[in-house]
């Protein structure tokens, strides 16, 4: 039944012609025109629905004294027999199975819950440490800037002081310089 939505054992019960005779009548409505073309279009789509019956019927007349023939009947049906062991243990006991699946499947969903809240937590304490890591590298670049802004400042103040006495040396040594000279021309 495949394709019919159905599960495994469920039957389903077509009385299309129970309800056509209900609504039609005896026999006498029966052999009305129309009645029995639709009757065996009726007729035709439920026979289509079940499976054929080929695979349970005895060999043909031809075949009767073939062993191969009978031996294929017999395999048929002991493979029939199984299925119907098979379906017997299905019902009896297809619900626990079932329940067993689905308790396993919630403890696999229960694990891999915990597994993501472990792995989310790891992951927001990740983050955590590489936030404070940035902060604290932060502050140090703020400390080591304003660090670097004080010294180049100082360096250019130490560059201004050091031009300035270059200057008062300059100076000094000219006005030593022409002292010198008027000494020197004073001693000759």
Same mark, same amino acid.
Do not use: S
């Given at each position: 039944m495949a394709g019919t939505g159905l599960m495994a054992g469920e039957v389903v019960v077509d009385a299309q012609l129970y309800l056509f005779f209900f609504f039609? /009548? $005896?026999e006498s409505r029966y052999e009305a025109p129309g009645v029995q073309e639709a009757a065996a279009v009726l007729v035709e789509k439920e026979t289509c629905r079940y499976q054929p019956t080929m695979n349970y019927l005895t060999p043909s007349s031809g075949q009767k004294n /073939? %062993? $191969?023939a009978w031996q294929e009947c017999v395999n048929n049906s002991?493979? !029939?027999a199984v #299925? %119907?062991?098979n379906l017997k243990l299905m019902s009896q006991h297809g619900c626990n199975a079932w329940k067993v699946y689905n308790e396993n499947l919630v403890h696999m969903t229960e694990h891999a819950q915990k597994e993501l809240q472990k792995l989310r937590k790891h992951i927001k304490d990740l983050k955590w440490q590489r936030k404070n890591m940035q902060l604290t590298a932060g502050s140090k670049l703020r400390e080591m800037e304003s660090n670097w802004i004080s010294m180049v400042s100082k360096n250019y103040e130490i560059e201004q $002081? %050091?031009?300035q006495l270059e200057n008062e040396i300059y100076q000094i040594? !000219? !006005?030593h310089g022409e002292a010198n000279k008027e000494n020197i #021309? !004073?001693?000759f």
């Open positions: 039609f /009548g $005896t /073939g %062993i $191969t002991m493979h !029939q #299925r %119907i062991k $002081t %050091i031009a040594k !000219q !006005q #021309r !004073q001693d």
